[in-house]
């Protein structure tokens, strides 16, 4: 895969998932844009190991307005933006009732509402250039329910939707849109939910392997590493008729 010349953004990209797919697009000789909260320098400076041009954006990814702002300077001083990899998710777990209504509004607004923003964006440029990706990060939540993560799995079916419906509206055009939705992969937002077990009494390990053995057959992990392989299928030449699809990478869990 040679994406030499292209420049991607990854949300979210200062941890997690999102890192994991910036260090593989940059691998492949991709421009990265990085987003996130945290030690975004840091970030860059690993990413730049790669020796392409890494740049980053601090956008709030609930702020329609700061959204905005981080486009137009991936197109003003990178001159395209030709990949973009909607990965920045938050979670709550609380039941209906008790659920907070600002974290609602949150998880909605930067687990869905941000993907129409960047990607109503982003698709002027890559009509003009005929060429795009858009990779969305879903999940198996985006398929399944968990009982609990009412907001998320409400945002993470309608990333599904969304991007069936981007898919149709370029059918027709060098741009394809996809979802990929991994199970568990151990980052700080998995690591939340852990910690949660591990106040509650469990051991580290059995927390870990009870989080596993309730949802994912594989009882492993996914990684970012893994997840950024198949980002990278998606934005190659031979994914070009992969459109609107909700790819899993999940030890199983969806198959039960
Ligand atoms: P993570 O917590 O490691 O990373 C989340 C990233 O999003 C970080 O860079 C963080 O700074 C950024 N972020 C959070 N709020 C933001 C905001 N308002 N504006 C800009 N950036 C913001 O989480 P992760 O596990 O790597 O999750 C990445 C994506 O993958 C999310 O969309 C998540 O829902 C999805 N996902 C994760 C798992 C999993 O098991 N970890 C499974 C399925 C889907």
Redesign the pocket.
């Given at each position: 895969m040679n994406l030499t010349g292209k420049t991607a953004l990854v949300?979210?990209?200062?941890?997690?998932?999102?890192?994991g797919i910036a260090h593989r697009l940059a691998a492949a000789g991709a421009n990265v844009v990085v987003?996130?909260?945290?030690d975004i320098d840091a970030v860059v400076g690993e990413l730049a190991a790669h020796g392409t041009r890494i740049g980053h954006h601090g956008?709030?990814?609930?702020r329609p307005d700061q959204i905005a702002e981080m486009i137009a300077y991936v197109e003003r001083e990178f001159g395209a933006l030709d990949i973009l990899v909607n990965?920045?998710?938050?979670?709550h777990v609380a039941a209906l009732e008790e659920f907070p209504v600002e974290r609602w509004d949150a998880i909605i607004a930067?687990?869905l509402s941000s993907v129409f923003h960047t990607t109503r964006l982003a698709l002027p440029g890559m009509r003009k250039r005929g060429w795009g990706r858009i990779v969305n990060?879903?999940?198996?939540?985006g398929l399944v329910a968990s009982a609990g993560k009412s907001a998320?799995v409400a945002a993470?079916h309608g990333v599904i939707g969304l991007t069936k419906t981007i898919a149709l509206e370029t059918a027709t055009t060098g741009i394809t849109c996809n979802a990929i939705?991994?199970?568990?992969?151990l980052?700080?937002?998995?690591q939340q939910q852990i910690d949660a077990r591990i106040k509650a009494g469990a051991s580290p390990e059995q927390a870990r392997h009870d989080l596993l053995a309730e949802k994912q057959p594989s009882l492993e992990f996914?990684t970012?590493e893994q997840l950024g392989e198949l980002a990278i299928f998606l934005c190659g030449d031979a994914a070009a008729q992969v459109r609107g699809a909700a790819w899993n990478m999940d030890g199983g869990w969806t198959a039960q």
């Open positions: 949300t979210g990209s200062t941890s997690g998932i999102g890192l987003n996130g909260f945290g956008a709030d990814m609930s990965n920045a998710g938050i979670q930067i687990n990060i879903a999940s198996t939540h998320y993470k939705c991994p199970g568990w992969v980052t700080p937002l998995v996914v970012p």
